[in-house]
């Protein structure tokens, strides 16, 4: 039986295995470098100026809250007249939220703070056509340690231009 | 489920004594821990897929059970009488006696005295015997030592490769006559291992056999929920930048988008007659309940609340919704009636604590079992919905996702272990837990399977 069911396991497996995506770091980052351009010519290149502020591209919340602090007015405020100025660019803003307590309450939180900045963005002038706010909760932590300071890095919302 | 942990812990030996069945009550130290030494069901599989099972504490009751080896099972690949002890030690209601001697195949070879002696209030015999077909016959004799009565005589005839699933079996037959309540040892879990970047959606037998991979990914994937019937899994998956609700087919693989809006989508839960689910999206602001046919057509929206509702889990008879809401300033639990429009009254049922999240109903609909903020720690609790009494199951540091075994006995949940995530199963009135842990990785979001459908005995 063992035999028989490890056949069968692994046939399943293979089976799966067109589902499955899992390229390794070195060929990620080299498709990235390559396909990236090409993927969306149109994708202003000023978004990656290290100089412009429109390549910041996190907004940091305290704990328990939702409200864009005055540190990221400035930043939001680029992005949404960015979307302004080019009507065909689209964002997607990813909430996220610390590790503590119920992973879908966590993912409901995570929405909250993608919300406050689309809020933001669209007090600022960018459409609601433009922009789309998700939530990741606490399933993609950018700081992996279990202190404040990994928390805090976590309590935020990214800004993802479509495309990239 | 809280009716029964209650019934349970003030029983005498007298209330849950079978008919014809003598109790008698054991003591047993808090700190007794069990290794079951497990064949462990290694495959070659990207991710390894294999639940070493450890059991600590014991119920204060335990029924003392002698199980004969099968005779004739040492001419099969695989033993009948591990699976079905290990079964019923695994419930944490018996306690296995040791039992020498050659194998007994016939009622009228057992010398009652001589279990006694040994401790035995009941008595397992049985057989297996490979047939000109290629199938085997089991057969297994129960016996009350004590009145000298047997209590079952049962035999089937399975196919080679069911042999394990047959032992299952016999071990809900046996649980049954003796507790009174259905066995839930033929049952599935659900659960999420992540090795590094790689997160796999398995499916298990519920002694952590027999698991394979329904779907892998180098993204999260969370809130498995099973269909009423068994045979379909909902889930969300980040694979495409945001969570999207699937349901797949176990059987086929095939799997389709329920909810995929604008924003966010997520937290499913199955109708008791699996014709919709409950999701939560944001496509309105805020995260919000709705009604969706499983085919994912017919979306309408359930709650109505200018912030978070979510985690919604529907009661046995469909009539209503527990979810978790911060509507009253922190998260709490709180009910609806699943209506056909969107409502903003539901009524609030947790008051202790600041945080009590991830409601989900015992299978009798007469409680829930959720999580409780007691300190800087997150425990399994139970709640009575008619009584409102709350008992903490757990003290552990991060407990998360509690799911009801079919027959309300027990609670599977993910916890942590040494910054590990692992699998628990705690008894109804938090004396016995189990562990199910993976030699590599983290396992979380547990969801327990329902009866399979020829339980109806």
């Not at chain 1, 409901?108 to 909760?137: C, Y």
């Not at chain 2, 952590?208 to 009423?228: D, V």
Request: hydrophobic share 40%; aromatic share 8%.
């Amino acid at each position: 039986m063992k035999k028989v069911m490890s056949v069968l396991l692994i046939g399943l497996l293979s089976a799966c295995a067109s589902q499955t995506t899992q390229p390794t770091a070195e060929s990620t980052s080299a498709a990235r470098a390559e396909t990236n351009p090409n993927l969306n010519p149109n994708l202003n290149p000023i978004l990656k100026d290290s100089n412009n502020i429109l390549s910041k591209r996190s907004v940091y919340f305290d704990y328990d809250s939702f409200v864009v602090k005055n540190e990221y007015r400035a930043t939001v405020q680029a992005h949404a007249q960015y979307l302004r100025d080019n009507a065909a660019a689209k964002v997607l803003l990813q909430g996220n939220a610390d590790e503590r307590g119920s992973r879908e309450y966590n993912l409901a939180l995570g929405q909250k703070r993608a919300d406050s900045v689309r809020s933001a963005m669209t007090l600022s002038g960018a459409k609601d056509s433009q922009i789309e706010a998700v939530s990741l909760g606490e399933e993609k932590p950018r700081a992996t340690g279990h202190d404040e300071a990994s928390w805090a890095e976590n309590r935020r919302t990214d800004i993802r231009y479509q495309g990239e | 489920m809280m009716h029964k942990s209650h019934d349970f812990l003030s029983a005498s030996p007298v209330n849950i004594m079978r008919p014809g069945f003598m109790l008698i009550r054991q003591r047993q130290s808090s700190r007794r821990s069990l290794f079951l030494a497990l064949a462990l069901w290694l495959i070659s599989a990207p991710i390894q897929a294999a639940l070493d099972i450890e059991i600590f504490g014991g119920g204060a009751s335990q029924i003392p059970i002698a199980i004969t080896p099968f005779a004739g099972e040492e001419k099969l690949k695989h033993s009948i009488t591990a699976v079905v002890a290990a079964d019923l030690q695994r419930s944490g209601l018996f306690r296995l006696v040791d039992s020498p001697g050659p194998p007994l195949r016939d009622p009228r070879q057992v010398a009652y005295p001589d279990w006694k002696s040994r401790g035995a209030n009941a008595l397992v015999i049985g057989s297996a015997v490979m047939l000109p077909d290629g199938q085997v016959e089991v057969s297994f004799y129960l016996m009350d030592v004590a009145k000298q009565v047997q209590l079952i005589d049962y035999t089937m005839i399975v196919p080679v490769d069911r042999l394990r699933a047959a032992a299952h079996q016999i071990a809900d037959i046996i649980y049954e006559k003796l507790m009174g309540d259905v066995g839930v040892f033929s049952t599935r879990i659900a659960y999420v291992v992540k090795q590094g970047n790689k997160y796999a959606l398995q499916v298990a037998d519920a002694d952590g056999f027999n698991a394979q991979s329904i779907i892998e990914y180098s993204e999260p994937i969370i809130s498995p929920a099973w269909s009423p019937d068994g045979t379909q899994i909902a889930y969300v998956s980040f694979e495409n930048k945001k969570p999207i609700v699937y349901v797949q087919t176990l059987a086929t693989r095939g799997r389709k988008v329920v909810a995929n809006f604008k924003g966010s989508n997520s937290a499913p839960a199955w109708s008791p007659d699996g014709k919709r689910l409950a999701v939560v999206l944001s496509l309105q602001g805020g995260s919000q309940i709705f009604l969706v046919n499983a085919d994912g057509s017919g979306l309408q929206r359930l709650s109505q609340s200018s912030g978070i509702d979510t985690e919604p889990n529907f009661s046995p008879d469909g009539q209503t919704i527990i979810f978790t809401s911060d509507r009253g300033g922190s998260p709490q639990i709180y009910r609806m009636a699943v209506t056909g429009s969107a409502s903003g009254t539901a009524e609030r049922l947790t008051f202790e604590g600041s945080y009590n999240v991830s409601p989900h109903h015992s299978r009798d609909g007469k409680g829930f079992t959720f999580i409780h903020r007691n300190g800087a720690k997150f425990n399994v609790a139970v709640q009575d919905l008619a009584t409102r009494q709350v008992q903490l199951l757990t003290d552990s540091r991060f407990d998360e996702s509690p799911s009801p075994a079919p027959n309300d006995r027990m609670i599977l949940y993910a916890t942590e272990v040494k910054g590990r995530g692992i699998l628990a199963v705690v008894s109804g009135d938090g004396k016995t837990r189990q562990e199910l842990s993976m030699q590599a990785g983290d396992v979380r979001e547990p969801a327990w399977g329902p009866l399979p459908k020829s339980a109806s005995r």
